[in-house]
């Protein structure tokens, strides 16, 4: 018997009644329901919020979204006359005993107590379903207006809008068999099928399983797509209009699934008849399922790129696919030629905000190195060319005979990588002699170098500091640390420029131990404590380590565990005070906090490498960074040392930790001139400190190498063993009297350097001048100073 229409206050607070037990497993190991990561929001603002209805707790307190609560409630009482009480009694049950599951599914905590969380649930889930069994039986939608049905369709495939979908279809189950149905209603899924028809291929969503409705549509998307095989890069992929005029001829075909693309080479021996080129020939089909276009096909794939960023990081096919179409339509004419080989097809827009829409989705995507087997590009003659060998792979699904087509220079792009990439673990471009400053030889940090057999030793150690560290915190600051690395695991993969395979739980092991080591390395260092990896002979070749390029951490994570631990304890442990994070890694590098600053929170620290760069460079005068003289580098030919001494030229050693290099040049008939060089210091670990700094600015400052283009300035001073000498003798220097050390660590850091320009500049022209006693094009009387390097190991 059909019960009354109730209010959803009281069917909520009703009292349970014993029902069946229903048991459903927590196998939900991250947040499948998450707000839209900041990077990727601000690419289109508008394409992941609802506009109508809101569903879930992310969207629901937003007030331009009520008029739809008063819809809501007319589906909920239409469902309930559907039912009868006991039905409502479990589904009410349901819902309560899976709170805690259904709450998981949501990134952040809802400040919703339990029973407001139950009834906004349970009110949107009815909604669902009741929306969904009214379009099954064609029955009027929310006063028939279309344009409102397809928003309702779009904001039910938000991202952020999205309930669980075990949720939707158990208390489908619970509620069917429908009373008094005229006809037998189908499975949840064939309801869901039909319901986002337009949005699937075929209108197949059978066999399909997802969390949601965007996983479901993403899971039938990628339906026969092939995911096992060796994965590459595009590098450089020709437009259709241009792939068209080298012979690739495109074909539409129906295939299940819309990222099945397939390429087909046609074989034979007719190399003399492909040299005269007709235009009817074609040596190969690329065969593309059909796109069609719908009002909501933008905003439905950036929230399918966004659903790939977040939880699909390593099988990201839906970007790579939109990647592959942003290369192929790089005009209407692309559009044009698409469309008449009907692989793409539209009503409602025109072939030039099909363009504009492409490239606003490549936009949103994040990844720039792309999983696809094989990469084309344009070869200019018309002329094929094949690049490596065929090989199965996944990718987008091509066909195992694809080949490429190569430019005759070979002169590919290299893929742009994540914004936040600064770790690189090579190899780089440098001479041989120079490869092992970027390779560590005691132990590994990070996932570039982990697992080589000559640094497991030094595992049991990291294992042995991860119990000393446990006894200076709680277990649950422990715990609360590993969810953090969890929820940041994407964050920190994107600093690196690999894409490593390995599976997550052992990547946050990883990053987990090795954090957890340096903290405790530091904290050793600083009480002094004795411990064998404290002892000089392990010591320094820890420290050399740490500073090398491609075997850092995040800083983010570093500190992230150092505040947890230390700022609740006002950063005291048994009775000794300790210093900030900042102060205690310049402890371990530099001998002393004194010689760091604290960074402004405006800075953001990417690893060691970065962080000794910045103290290095934290006396450096502001206009340098606008005078940096792009295109004009150091002038070749600076006399040396001695050479500039015997001309007139006084050196002189200045303290402070800053460059402030500064040369000053006064008097007309008795010129004299002085060159003022802070002291610094070179020891075993400054070679190998060196190198790396030099090479991360060449990858990440390429147009602020200012420490790079100071060691030049050194370099060009430092030229013999009697510039060294002399340059001690003024105490600028300090080598340990190894002057043929330091004269070979200058040319072998000058060989690899590349500049977009230099500080520097005028100081070598003006040095250079007064040299050869020929005055500069401006001035008889100059003044030039710069900051430089000389906080070393």
Not at 43 to 52: F, G, R
Not at 531 to 537: A, F, H, I, T, V
Request: proline residues 4%.
């Amino acid at each position: 018997m059909a019960v009354k229409i109730y209010e959803m206050e009281n069917f909520i607070s009703h009292e349970d009644h014993p029902t069946e037990e229903i048991n459903i497993s927590v196998n939900d190991q991250q947040y499948w329901i998450r707000t839209v990561k900041e990077n990727i929001r601000k690419k289109s603002e508008d394409s992941y919020a609802p506009e109508y209805v809101s569903i879930g707790p992310l969207h629901r307190e937003k007030p331009e979204l009520d008029n739809m609560q008063k819809e809501k409630s007319t589906h909920f009482s239409a469902f309930l006359l559907r039912i009868n009480t006991a039905k409502l009694r479990k589904m009410k049950k349901f819902v309560g005993d899976n709170e805690e599951r259904i709450r998981k599914f949501y990134e952040g905590e809802s400040k919703l107590s339990s029973c407001p969380y139950r009834e906004m649930v349970l009110l949107d889930a009815v909604f669902i379903l009741e929306l969904f069994l009214r379009y099954y039986e064609k029955s009027i939608l929310l006063n028939n207006q279309n344009h409102q049905n397809t928003g309702i369709t779009r904001d039910l495939l938000l991202f952020e809008n999205q309930l669980p979908y075990f949720l939707l279809e158990e208390l489908y189950i619970l509620a069917s068999p429908v009373d008094g149905a005229k006809q037998p209603y189908p499975p949840f899924v064939a309801l869901c099928c039909k319901f986002f028809r337009k949005c699937l291929p075929n209108n197949q969503l059978s066999e399909v399983e997802g969390k949601h409705f965007l996983d479901m549509i993403r899971c039938a998307l990628l339906k026969n797509h092939p995911t096992a095989g060796q994965t590459g890069r595009i590098v450089h992929f020709s437009s259709a209009v241009e792939l068209e005029k080298c012979g690739v001829k495109f074909e539409s075909f129906d295939g299940e699934g819309l990222l099945n693309v397939r390429f087909r080479k046609k074989r034979g021996r007719l190399e003399w008849f492909k040299k005269c080129n007709p235009p009817w020939f074609k040596e190969g089909q690329l065969l593309i399922p059909k796109l069609t276009i719908e009002p909501i096909t933008e905003d439905l794939i950036h929230n399918l790129i966004a659903l790939e960023e977040s939880c699909y990081t390593f099988e990201a096919y839906i970007c790579d696919y939109i990647l592959l179409m942003g290369y192929l339509i790089n005009s209407k004419e692309d559009v044009g030629l698409l469309l008449k080989e009907h692989i793409i097809e539209f009503h409602h827009t025109d072939p030039d905000k099909v363009v504009k829409m492409i490239k606003v989705l490549c936009e949103a995507t994040m990844r720039k190195i792309v999983d696809i087997l094989f990469f084309f590009s344009l070869g200019g003659s018309g002329g094929w060319r094949r690049w490596g060998r065929s090989i199965d792979g996944s990718g987008l699904g091509f066909d195992r005979s694809m080949s490429s087509v190569c430019h005759k220079s070979n002169n590919l792009e290299m893929a742009e990588l994540h914004e936040d990439c600064c770790i690189y673990g090579g190899p780089f471009h440098v001479s041989k002699e120079n490869e092992a400053f970027y390779v560590p030889n005691d132990i590994s940090i990070g996932p570039f170098y982990h697992g080589r057999s000559k640094l497991e030793y030094m595992e049991a150690n990291k294992i042995r500091y991860h119990a000393d560290f446990s006894r200076r915190t709680s277990s649950e600051k422990l715990k609360e640390f590993k969810i953090f690395i969890k929820i940041h695991e994407q964050d920190i993969r994107n600093y690196y420029s690999e894409q490593f395979k390995l599976l997550r739980n052992k990547f946050i092991t990883i990053i987990l131990y090795d954090v957890i080591f340096i903290i405790e390395l530091f904290l050793k260092f600083y009480e002094n404590k004795r411990d064998e990896l404290l002892k000089p002979m392990h010591l320094n070749g820890i420290k050399k380590d740490l500073q090398v390029f491609g075997n850092q951490l995040p800083y983010f994570v570093l500190e992230k565990l150092y505040k947890l631990v230390f700022d609740n304890q006002r950063q005291t442990y048994n009775g000794m005070v300790y210093p900030s994070f900042l102060r205690l890694s310049c402890n371990f590098f530099l001998g002393s906090t004194s010689d760091c600053l604290e960074v402004s929170e405006q800075v953001k620290i990417k690893h060691f490498i970065d962080l000794r760069r910045y103290v290095v460079l934290r006396g450096f005068p502001p206009q340098a960074y606008a005078e940096s003289n792009i295109g004009r580098t150091v002038i070749l030919g600076i006399p040396g040392a001695c050479k500039l001494y015997k001309s007139g030229v006084k050196f002189k050693a200045v303290d402070g930790n800053s460059i402030n290099i500064e040369f000053e040049k006064k008097g007309r008939l008795f010129e004299k001139a002085e060159l003022r060089i802070p002291k610094f210091v070179v020891n075993s670990g400054t070679e190998c400190l060196f190198h790396n700094v030099i090479v991360f600015e060449q990858y990440c400052y390429k147009f602020e190498t200012h420490f790079s283009n100071y060691i030049l300035l050194l370099g060009s001073l430092i030229q013999d063993e009697r510039d060294a000498e002399l340059l001690m003798k003024k105490e600028i220097m300090d080598t340990f009297n190894l002057r043929y050390f330091v004269v070979k660590m200058f040319k072998k850091l000058c060989v690899d350097y590349a500049s977009t320009g230099s500080y520097y500049y005028h100081i070598a022209r003006a040095l250079k001048a007064f040299y050869f006693k020929d005055e500069p094009t401006n001035n008889a009387s100059t003044s030039t100073s710069t900051s430089g390097s000389c906080c070393l190991l």
